[in-house]
């Protein structure tokens, strides 16, 4: 599963960059067509809960679903043998 952010959705209140304890979410710098700083993903691979939850089976984080006012983050599917890069750190 990856991450994903709905720009119609988001109103640009940065608050999953905040929430964020692996730090994948940066503060948007080109604004979309509303106007609005939809923050962007900066290498999601360092999130645990998108990418190893089928190894572990369980959910490690989702802060930054749970802060979100307006429900634009949210977890989509991948399609089989979609390349994925995966960083553990320690």
Not at 59 to 66: E, F, I, T
Not at 75 to 80: A, D, I, T
């Amino acid at each position: 599963m990856k991450l994903e952010i709905d720009e119609s959705r988001c109103k640009g209140c940065n608050l999953c960059t905040m929430v964020c304890p692996y730090r994948i979410y940066q503060p948007g710098k080109v604004p979309n067509r509303r106007g609005i700083y939809v923050p962007h993903l900066d290498r999601p691979e360092r999130c645990p809960n998108c990418r190893l939850q089928q190894l572990y089976g369980r959910r490690l984080c989702g802060v930054c679903a749970l802060m979100c006012p307006d429900q634009a983050i949210r977890w989509v599917k991948e399609k089989p043998y979609e390349p994925q890069k995966v960083v553990i750190e320690y």
